[in-house]
């Protein structure tokens, strides 16, 4: 149901002989031959200086608005924004399925290069000893003994391990 339309200065509600209504920028509702009877630019209700705004079909819509029922209203704007909802939604869980998928693809890069990591070091000679810097063998017979005096690689030691958190 719309909201009554009537002049705020004689009440008179429109029907067909009735003239047009006017919108003033002060929020008043007035009609032409009540506006004819003020003063131009001033309001009659509340005499602050106004603009006036004829109403008809082709007012701006949000004017309009102004004088639809609050059901008509909500039904209106419910749409709206369900489908502005609908779109952001959309959006938003395409945009998480790119990360996602970004995620599994360097997941699977951090675990190719850890298993090369892993190879490249059991491939690795183990180290039997270790020069001092700036030393020659002819000159200093004595060298410091590696860390890994066994002789077996750290593959054979230490297993890989997998990390969980993934």
């Not at 929020?27 to 006036?52: F, S, W």
Request: hydrophobic share 25%; glycine share 2%.
């Amino acid at each position: 149901m719309a909201v009554p339309v009537f002049c705020n200065v004689c009440f008179c509600e429109p029907c067909k002989p009735t003239p047009r209504f006017s919108l003033t920028s002060c929020g008043h509702v007035i009609c032409e031959i009540c506006l004819q009877k003020g003063k131009k630019d001033e309001c009659l209700i509340c005499r602050t200086p106004c603009r006036t705004l004829f109403l008809s079909k082709q007012t701006n819509p949000d004017i309009q608005s102004l004088f639809m029922g609050i059901d008509t209203l909500c039904k209106k704007y419910s749409k709206e924004i369900t489908q502005i909802s609908e779109f952001q939604e959309k959006h938003r869980k395409h945009l998480l399925a790119y990360h996602r998928q970004k995620t599994v693809k360097l997941e699977e890069s951090l675990k190719k290069v850890t298993q090369q990591m892993h190879q490249i070091q059991c491939m690795k000679p183990p180290e039997q000893t270790t020069q001092l810097p700036f030393s020659n063998t002819s000159r200093n017979p004595l060298s410091i003994p590696s860390r890994k005096q066994s002789g077996y690689s750290s593959c054979s030691l230490h297993p890989s391990h997998s990390s969980t958190s993934e």
